[in-house]
């Protein structure tokens, strides 16, 4: 069983300062991925492709489709590209890529051109996955390991609320002058409007682009390399970072850049390495190439590195042959080496950020939808949604999104203490079935359907099932990476990472549209709870394949 460690072991040495810096980068996705989330609808109203209500949800899909679809075909070239030139300099591209397309997606005049600016952004960014290998490389110690990826849900948690309260209260839908009726076509913008009436989903994603260019100026001053290879090189960002803080009082830990005698005693063991193939030599040059008054501590961390290194090469292939090293990588890269529970775990994770995704992309249309009291007849005739606007969508998904920040931070230390991840997990898989099937039931409780049921029912229900997908998913998402890191051998991490992204990027492509497919056909024929009871069904199939989950930890970790 593997060990567990109370609140004090987890906090005790904690990289603190490195896990703020690399959540302000992690805050970018969620922020940039929800603050469209309120107006969707709206905006593909607004575009007229739409011929009808159904087609809306289909339309949505699209949209969403499109952004992973690209993430999913460019998440693994860029793992490994951060596995060649670092992790620093791709996450803060990545960053710089959903920037761009944020604001080509605020401009956006016609459902294609929000289309491409979508998939722009799943192409310019592979964060995700490199995020998640570069907080198990800053938090390496396994007593962290929870509380620092679990931090990772936390920051999900806390952008999703940022995100649907920029994207709502920044968007004002009202001025749109969309017709009640969702058949009519839309009416066109005066050319001598103000410039934010022309361009009503603009505001908002110049306010997050803003936020996402701060982030990227934190990120270049303040974040660490944690490649192996890269992490004793100069860093002209760190230097200013650390420049900054000293002004401001605090005290930078060291760099090896800035000692002059570490950079060519470690320069000149690299050389002799390279050069030596004997082993009993090498060990006499290390050994020489020391005075005799360094340091004690510093001789042996420097031997501690070279022996690393060389004990890497010794484990790989000769050094004169190529052919072999090759070889050995691409095995690594293989994804038929990787141990079974990676597997099942990576099979977990696709079906439920498959259902996430819909639920995502779908509830807020559900919301907005003009209320049809015509087409409801309990329980299975449901057509049409609660006609909620920007602004309420907007405050459900802030709302939602601050539960799952202290969900993980009061709630996950304890929740730690007592489950073991797969045990957690399964708690957090057993609340989806509920979710899916309650949703289209609460039509019934607006009291334009019952006239006798007070207005604050249906919206309670509506922010409770809320409130406890949020819990749902910030335990299952943060329990899942934990079991992947500990199932994953070291070296493959990276990858593995980028294969669960990569995975997780095809479920979001394939839900939306598959489940816009359902939706539409449903809402046609006047059965839109089918298409929520089938992704109930899905969920419930989740959570009975989590029991191929044994929790087990790869041997040479």
Same mark, same amino acid.
Request: with cysteine; aromatic share 16%; hydrophobic share 40%.
């Given at each position: 069983?593997?060990?567990?460690?109370?609140?004090?072991?987890?906090?005790?040495?904690?990289?603190?300062?490195?896990?703020?810096?690399?959540?302000?980068?992690?805050?970018?996705?969620?922020?940039?991925?929800? %603050?469209?989330?309120?107006?969707?609808?709206?905006?593909?109203?607004?575009? #007229?492709? &739409? !011929?009808?209500?159904?087609?809306? %949800?289909?339309?949505?899909?699209?949209?969403?489709?499109?952004?992973?679809?690209?993430?999913?075909?460019?998440?693994?070239?860029?793992?490994?590209?951060?596995?060649?030139? #670092?992790? !620093?300099?791709?996450?803060?591209?990545?960053?710089?890529?959903?920037?761009?397309?944020?604001?080509?997606? #605020?401009?956006?005049? $016609?459902?294609?051109?929000?289309?491409?600016?979508?998939?722009?952004? #799943?192409?310019?960014?592979? $964060?995700?996955?490199?995020?998640?290998?570069?907080?198990?490389?800053?938090?390496?110690?396994?007593?962290?390991?929870?509380?620092?990826?679990?931090?990772?849900?936390?920051?999900?948690?806390?952008?999703?609320?940022?995100?649907?309260?920029?994207?709502?209260?920044?968007?004002?839908?009202?001025?749109?002058?969309?017709?009640?009726?969702?058949?009519?076509?839309?009416?066109?913008?005066?050319?001598?409007?103000?410039?934010?009436?022309?361009?009503?989903?603009?505001?908002?994603?110049?306010?997050?682009?803003?936020?996402?260019?701060?982030?990227?100026?934190?990120?270049?001053?303040?974040?660490?390399?944690?490649?192996?290879?890269?992490?004793?090189?100069?860093?002209?960002?760190?230097?200013?970072?650390?420049?900054?803080?000293?002004?401001?009082?605090?005290?930078?830990?060291?760099?090896?850049?800035?000692?002059?005698?570490?950079?060519?005693?470690?320069?000149?063991?690299?050389?002799?390495?390279?050069?030596?193939?004997?082993?009993?030599?090498?060990?006499?040059?290390?050994?020489?190439?020391?005075?005799?008054?360094?340091?004690?501590?510093?001789?042996?961390?420097?031997?501690?590195?070279?022996?690393?290194?060389?004990? %890497?090469?010794?484990?790989?292939?000769?050094?004169?042959?190529?052919?072999?090293?090759? @070889?050995?990588?691409?095995?690594?890269?293989?994804?038929? @080496?990787?141990?079974?529970?990676?597997?099942?775990?990576?099979?977990?994770?696709?079906?439920?950020?498959?259902? $996430?995704?819909?639920?995502?992309?779908?509830?807020?249309?559900?919301?907005?939808?003009?209320?049809?009291?015509?087409?409801? !007849?309990?329980?299975?005739?449901?057509?049409? =949604?609660? =006609?909620?606007?920007?602004?309420?969508?907007?405050?459900?998904?802030?709302?939602?999104?601050?539960?799952?920040?202290?969900?993980?931070?009061?709630?996950?230390?304890?929740?730690?203490?007592?489950?073991?991840?797969?045990?957690?997990?399964?708690?957090?898989?057993?609340?989806?079935?509920?979710?899916?099937?309650?949703?289209?039931?609460?039509?019934?409780?607006?009291?334009?359907?019952?006239?006798?049921?007070?207005?604050?029912?249906?919206?309670? *229900?509506?922010?409770?099932?809320?409130?406890?997908?949020?819990?749902?998913?910030?335990?299952?998402?943060?329990?899942?990476?934990?079991?992947?890191?500990?199932? %994953?051998?070291?070296?493959?991490?990276?990858?593995?990472?980028?294969? @669960?992204?990569?995975?997780?990027?095809?479920?979001?492509?394939?839900?939306?549209? *598959?489940?816009?497919?359902?939706?539409?056909?449903?809402?046609?024929?006047?059965?839109?709870?089918?298409?929520?009871?089938?992704?109930? *069904?899905?969920?419930?199939? &989740? *959570?009975?394949?989590?029991?191929?989950?044994? =929790?087990?930890?790869?041997?040479? @970790?």
């Amino acid at each position: 069983m593997a060990a567990t460690y109370t609140i004090k072991e987890q906090m005790e040495g904690f990289p603190l300062f490195q896990m703020i810096i690399i959540g302000c980068l992690r805050l970018s996705e969620p922020i940039a991925f929800t %603050s469209m989330f309120p107006y969707i609808y709206f905006m593909i109203r607004s575009f #007229g492709v &739409a !011929k009808n209500e159904a087609e809306t %949800s289909r339309y949505s899909g699209y949209l969403a489709s499109s952004f992973a679809f690209s993430q999913f075909i460019s998440t693994v070239q860029w793992a490994k590209l951060s596995n060649r030139y #670092g992790r !620093k300099s791709i996450l803060l591209l990545g960053c710089s890529g959903t920037a761009i397309s944020m604001l080509v997606f #605020g401009f956006s005049t $016609n459902f294609y051109m929000a289309m491409f600016a979508r998939a722009l952004m #799943g192409l310019l960014n592979g $964060n995700v996955s490199i995020i998640r290998t570069t907080v198990g490389e800053i938090a390496h110690e396994k007593r962290h390991q929870a509380l620092a990826f679990s931090n990772l849900t936390l920051l999900w948690s806390l952008g999703r609320c940022v995100g649907g309260w920029l994207g709502g209260y920044l968007t004002d839908t009202d001025k749109l002058n969309l017709s009640p009726d969702p058949n009519q076509e839309p009416v066109k913008a005066d050319p001598n409007a103000p410039f934010f009436d022309k361009h009503p989903f603009a505001f908002s994603n110049i306010v997050v682009a803003i936020i996402l260019s701060c982030f990227i100026i934190i990120g270049f001053l303040f974040l660490e390399e944690t490649h192996d290879d890269y992490k004793h090189k100069r860093d002209i960002g760190l230097d200013m970072g650390d420049f900054i803080r000293k002004r401001l009082g605090f005290t930078p830990p060291d760099r090896p850049w800035k000692s002059q005698r570490y950079t060519n005693d470690f320069e000149q063991s690299e050389f002799l390495i390279a050069e030596e193939d004997d082993e009993e030599n090498t060990e006499n040059l290390e050994l020489q190439s020391f005075p005799y008054d360094e340091e004690d501590n510093k001789k042996e961390s420097i031997k501690h590195e070279i022996m690393q290194k060389e004990n %890497s090469q010794d484990s790989a292939s000769p050094p004169t042959s190529s052919a072999s090293s090759t @070889n050995d990588e691409n095995e690594d890269d293989s994804i038929r @080496n990787l141990p079974a529970q990676v597997v099942h775990v990576i099979c977990n994770d696709f079906m439920i950020k498959f259902s $996430n995704i819909i639920y995502a992309e779908f509830f807020p249309v559900f919301l907005a939808k003009v209320i049809s009291i015509d087409d409801l !007849k309990f329980p299975f005739h449901i057509r049409g =949604g609660f =006609g909620w606007n920007s602004d309420a969508i907007g405050w459900l998904l802030s709302f939602t999104g601050l539960l799952g920040v202290f969900v993980v931070s009061f709630l996950f230390p304890v929740i730690t203490k007592f489950f073991q991840p797969k045990a957690a997990y399964k708690i957090g898989l057993l609340c989806y079935p509920f979710i899916y099937f309650s949703i289209p039931l609460y039509i019934f409780t607006i009291p334009q359907y019952y006239p006798g049921i007070h207005p604050f029912v249906s919206k309670a *229900l509506l922010y409770f099932t809320a409130c406890l997908t949020s819990f749902s998913s910030s335990l299952t998402a943060s329990q899942g990476i934990i079991l992947i890191h500990r199932a %994953s051998p070291k070296r493959q991490r990276a990858l593995i990472n980028s294969y @669960n992204m990569s995975m997780a990027a095809l479920s979001r492509c394939a839900g939306p549209i *598959l489940f816009g497919w359902i939706i539409s056909h449903f809402e046609i024929m006047g059965y839109e709870g089918f298409s929520w009871w089938t992704l109930a *069904l899905f969920s419930l199939c &989740a *959570l009975f394949y989590s029991f191929k989950l044994t =929790g087990e930890e790869y041997e040479g @970790n």
